[in-house]
């Protein structure tokens, strides 16, 4: 089973940038279907993006569709979150999860693996 470590979280104004990234160990980071999760003060765990393991299909929740971008790179087992013109709104833990072999599920509940979360602040 893999172990995650996210970072690249930060402080921005809004329509800034950032990138976060969550390094996975082990051998088997081919196999599994990440994604990303984030968190606001008193509010759910909510999706955020998704790559399914064989890399080909990418998933988006509406809120950052056009906005962020999940990828990979299997050489350094990493997935990367690239967020561009951030909004207040986006304002949240974020957390790395995995799933062996996963469909690219948008519920917490079918990722088995979690990071221990970044904190992205965005002001207006």
């Known amino acids: 089973q893999v172990q995650l470590v996210e970072s690249g979280g930060g402080s921005v104004q809004a329509g800034g940038s950032l990138r976060l990234s969550c390094a996975a160990s082990?051998?088997?980071?081919?196999?599994?279907?990440m994604a990303w999760f984030r968190q606001a003060p008193e509010k759910e765990r909510e999706f955020v993006s998704a790559?399914?393991?064989?890399?080909?299909?990418?998933y988006y929740a509406n809120s950052v569709a056009g906005r962020f971008t999940i990828s990979r790179d299997i050489a350094k087992n990493t997935v990367y979150l690239q967020m561009n013109s951030l909004k207040p709104e986006d304002t949240a833990a974020y957390y790395c999860?995995?799933?062996?072999?996963?469909?690219?599920?948008?519920?917490?509940?079918?990722?088995?693996?979690w990071g221990q979360g970044t904190q992205v602040t965005v002001s207006s």
């Open positions: 999860a995995a799933v062996l072999y996963g469909p690219g599920s948008d519920r917490a509940r079918d990722y088995d693996v």
């Open positions: 082990g051998r088997t980071f081919s196999r599994y279907t």
């Open positions: 790559i399914r393991w064989s890399g080909i299909s990418t």
